[in-house]
C-alpha cells in the first residue's frame, strides 16, 4: 500500500512569484486534506477536498487555491506568495468523509524569499 | 471558539523516566481526539487516538492517553520514555460536526537526555 506522496519536497521562491504543490493520496482515499505548518507551530488546516469538490476552508485568503483530480490526487496553488507563506506545507487523506484519521505526507517546505 | 491547548511547549526528561504531555481542548461539540508525532524534517505520524467507547487508549510503543469529558483533556502518558522518542508530539481534535479539519495544539518538543 503506497502512502502519501508529495512534490517537490523543498523549494525556494521570491514575493510575488506563484507555487503548486502535489500531492498523490493514499490508494483508495478519496478525501485530501491540506495544512501550513509555520515554524514552531502547529499545522492549520487550509482546505479540504472530498470526490473533487471543496467541502472545507480555513482562514486561509483566496489566493490559497486548490484542485482534486478524478484519480483523487490533488494540488495547492498560492499566488501572490508573501514572506509569510514560508513553511511546511502537509497533505493529508482519509478513506471517507465520516473517519477521524487522517494519513499525512511528509510535506513540501516552501522558502519565499 | 473551538481550540487546542498544550500546556507545555518543550517537556525534557531523563531516559527510563516517565512522563505526561498535556493536552486541553474546548468545544461546544463532540469531538475526537488524536496524538501526533513528528520527527525532525518529516511529515506527522498517528500514535493513538480517540474515537468512541474506553476512554483509556494505548498505542504499540508504550504511549496511552486518557479521554476526560469533564475536564476536556487529552493527556498522553509514557511511564518509561527511550531516546528514540525524542520528537515533537501534536495533540489534535476533530470536531465531530463540519468539515472533517483537524485543529491542531501549539506541540511540545520532547527531549530525552541519557
Known amino acids: 500500500e503506497t502512502g502519501v506522496t508529495q512534490s517537490p519536497t523543498h523549494l525556494i521562491k521570491t514575493r510575488g512569484q506563484q507555487v503548486t504543490l502535489r500531492c498523490s493520496s493514499q490508494?483508495?482515499?478519496?478525501?485530501v486534506s491540506w495544512y501550513q505548518q509555520a515554524l514552531g507551530q502547529g499545522p492549520q488546516f487550509i482546505f479540504q477536498?472530498?470526490?473533487?469538490?471543496?467541502?472545507g476552508r480555513g482562514n486561509f485568503p483566496p489566493r490559497f487555491s486548490g484542485l482534486q483530480f478524478p484519480n483523487y490526487s490533488s494540488e495547492l496553488n498560492v499566488n501572490a506568495l508573501e514572506l509569510d507563506d514560508s513553511a511546511l506545507y502537509l497533505c493529508?487523506?482519509?478513506?471517507?468523509?465520516?473517519?477521524?484519521?487522517?494519513?499525512f505526507g511528509e510535506g513540501s517546505r516552501l522558502t519565499v524569499l | 471558539a473551538q481550540s487546542v491547548t498544550q500546556l507545555d511547549s518543550q517537556v525534557p526528561v531523563f531516559e527510563e523516566a516517565p512522563v505526561e504531555l498535556r493536552c486541553n481542548y474546548s468545544?461546544?461539540?463532540?469531538?475526537?481526539l488524536f496524538w501526533y508525532v513528528q520527527y525532525p524534517n518529516q511529515g506527522l505520524q498517528l500514535l493513538l487516538k480517540?474515537?468512541?467507547?474506553?476512554?483509556l487508549v494505548e498505542s504499540i510503543n508504550g504511549f496511552e492517553a486518557e479521554f476526560n469529558k469533564s475536564q476536556t483533556s487529552f493527556h498522553l502518558r509514557k511511564p518509561s520514555v527511550h531516546i528514540s522518542d525524542t520528537a515533537e508530539y501534536f495533540c489534535?481534535?476533530?470536531?465531530?460536526?463540519?468539515?472533517?479539519?483537524?485543529?491542531f495544539g501549539q506541540g511540545t518538543r520532547l527531549t530525552i537526555n541519557p
Open positions: 493529508a487523506s482519509s478513506p471517507g468523509y465520516a473517519t477521524g484519521e487522517l494519513f
Open positions: 490508494s483508495g482515499h478519496n478525501t
Open positions: 477536498y472530498y470526490r473533487e469538490e471543496e467541502n
Open positions: 468545544s461546544s461539540v463532540s469531538v475526537y
Open positions: 480517540y474515537l468512541s467507547g474506553s476512554t
Open positions: 489534535a481534535v476533530r470536531f465531530i460536526q463540519g468539515a472533517q479539519k483537524l485543529v
